[in-house]
């Protein structure tokens, strides 16, 4: 066996590396958090400006004859011919 000395030694660097793989584990770990955090908050702020883009180009989008189609029979608007019509033409 080793000296005392050679022990004491081996069980230091032991240790010191364990003591320092758990530091830099730990910041690490910090790192990616944060990286996650500004990810998650980058994705749903580029999702909420797709959203917003894409209700502005509904908004502005031409109505066509289709979407001023009345199908409520109670409305005095409501013309069954063309509704027919609509549907011989999607069918």
């Known amino acids: ?3 005392a000395t050679v022990n004491v030694v081996r069980y230091t660097a032991l240790f010191t590396g364990v003591a320092y793989g758990w ?3 730990r910041t690490l770990q910090a790192a990616y958090d944060v990286h996650k955090i500004e990810t998650a908050t ?3 702020e ?3 400006a797709q ?3 894409a209700w502005i180009k509904k ?3 031409p109505k066509t004859a289709a979407d ?3 199908t409520d029979p109670e409305d005095p608007r409501f013309d069954l011919e063309k509704l027919i019509a609509r549907w ?3 069918a």
Request: proline content about 0%.
């Open 23 to 25: 530091y830099h584990r």
């Open 51 to 53: 959203a917003k883009e």
């Open 88 to 90: 011989e033409t999607a």
């Open 59 to 61: 908004q502005q989008a």
């Open 46 to 48: 580029h999702l909420i």
């Open 1 to 3: 066996m080793g000296s």
């Open 42 to 44: 980058y994705q749903r």
């Open 68 to 70: 001023t189609l009345i």
